[in-house]
């Protein structure tokens, strides 16, 4: 790919990548914005999940705010790049498979795979820092947070400029975008908040800003938005899964703080026979609600977070 345009201007590129059974050319759309005096590259990422649509929200008002027009350095835009998944309301691309688990990706593998190699020889080689947007899968609803690899002094900088209402200490996961990128010193924070195929402003809100917030941080811009609060740091998470199947009514909010021994919720079955109330193990904060009402045993109901 070529990201060399003119200075302060707009330039999209249409990717072919791939083709429908129809014959039909998918191609990705890739906008860049290099200004005139040096800088660092940021690249801003949505849709690696097509059904995850609040970061495709943040680039498109990115773009059409126009915030995309640094003073330094080059911004390089992706709204949506699993195109297949986005048309088709699905999290995976048409072979069933994850792109974000298909990383470094092979020219000849599957489809995810594929996608994921067009990412890591085209794209990736060209930046410094990136923000993945993401939000829950499965009517999982993510309280704002991001993602970092708080050993990493970079990553863990990038996280606090953010300055989301959580963020996460997360290890890297196999054959992830972070992990692969990384090993090439390029440094991604990931942003999850909302719930998949649904708009939420709170969530646009907070990306939208924290991503100002690290340009700000990386001298692209001289201004953005202060933070309402200091980030609350998460050293460990974990799940707290449906000991049996039923009716899920979630009373903890998201994002609050409970504490050892409050009700997070109840399952009763359709009948009236049984109810058992999900009590908090331990005192945390609540990541991310588990918002079906219909669950089986071990679905994943709250996710949970403890601050050292």
């Not at 890591?120 to 690899?149: C, L, S, W």
């Not at 079955?269 to 049984?274: F, K, V």
Request: charged share 20%; aromatic share 8%.
């Amino acid at each position: 790919m070529n990201f060399d345009n003119k200075p302060e201007e707009l330039h999209r590129q249409n990717i072919p990548t791939a083709r429908l059974p129809s014959g039909t050319v998918i191609e990705i759309p890739i906008l860049s914005y290099e200004a005139k005096a040096e800088g660092p590259t940021l690249f801003l990422m949505a849709g690696m999940h097509g059904d995850e649509i609040n970061g495709v929200e943040i680039i498109r008002r990115i773009i059409t705010q126009g915030l995309y027009k640094v003073s330094a350095g080059r911004v390089i835009c992706i709204p949506v790049f699993n195109v297949f998944g986005f048309i088709n309301f699905s999290r995976e691309v048409p072979d069933g498979k994850d792109v974000n688990r298909s990383f470094p990706g092979s020219q000849n593998g599957s489809l995810a795979s594929q996608f994921a190699y067009f990412l890591m020889q085209e794209v990736i080689p060209h930046i410094d820092y990136g923000i993945d947007f993401h939000t829950g899968g499965k009517q999982i609803n993510n309280f704002p947070q991001v993602r970092a690899m708080l050993e990493d002094p970079t990553n863990k900088a990038l996280a606090n400029a953010f300055a989301p209402p959580f963020i996460i200490n997360s290890p890297f996961r196999e054959k992830s975008l972070r992990k692969e990128s990384g090993k090439l010193g390029k440094s991604i924070l990931v942003y999850e908040a909302g719930e998949s195929l649904k708009l939420r402003k709170p969530a646009i809100d907070v990306g939208l800003n924290g991503m100002l917030r690290v340009m700000k941080h990386l001298g692209m811009i001289k201004e953005a938005p202060s933070p309402k609060s200091a980030p609350i740091t998460i050293s460990k998470s974990s799940w707290t899964r449906a000991s049996r199947a039923g009716l899920h009514y979630a009373q903890a909010r998201n994002g609050s703080f409970v504490k050892k021994g409050d009700i997070m919720g109840v399952i009763s079955d359709p009948y009236g026979e049984y109810e058992k109330k999900i009590k908090a193990t331990h005192d945390c904060y609540i990541l991310s609600v588990n918002n079906n009402p219909v669950v089986n045993r071990g679905d994943a109901l709250f996710h949970t977070g403890v601050v050292e």
